[in-house]
């Protein structure tokens, strides 16, 4: 083999190499990405999770208060003569 071939096929191998670089970098940059919206995705979940847990606890103690107001109102109707 002469120089010039040398020269060129050491200038295809350094090309192969840089593409070969670029396409891990995209993978990689690809695979950050997803993590990142993943990430973000369970916070947002977590978030909302958070927040109906909030209001299913608001639920119960206005369920609670309620039956409260019930029973004080059927005690009130027994102690007037009535029937709840």
Known sequence: MDA???SALG??????????TAVVTA????????????????NDLQEERDGLRL???EAFAQRAA?????TRL?????????SP
């Open 55 to 57: 209001q299913l606890t």
């Open 27 to 42: 993978i990689g940059k690809r695979g950050e990405n997803a993590l990142n919206g993943y990430s973000s995705l369970t």
């Open 11 to 20: 200038a295809l191998l350094v090309g192969v190499g840089g593409l070969a």
């Open 66 to 70: 309620d039956q409260a107001e019930i």
């Open 4 to 6: 010039t071939t040398l």
């Open 74 to 82: 059927r005690n009130e109707i027994m102690r007037l003569g009535g």
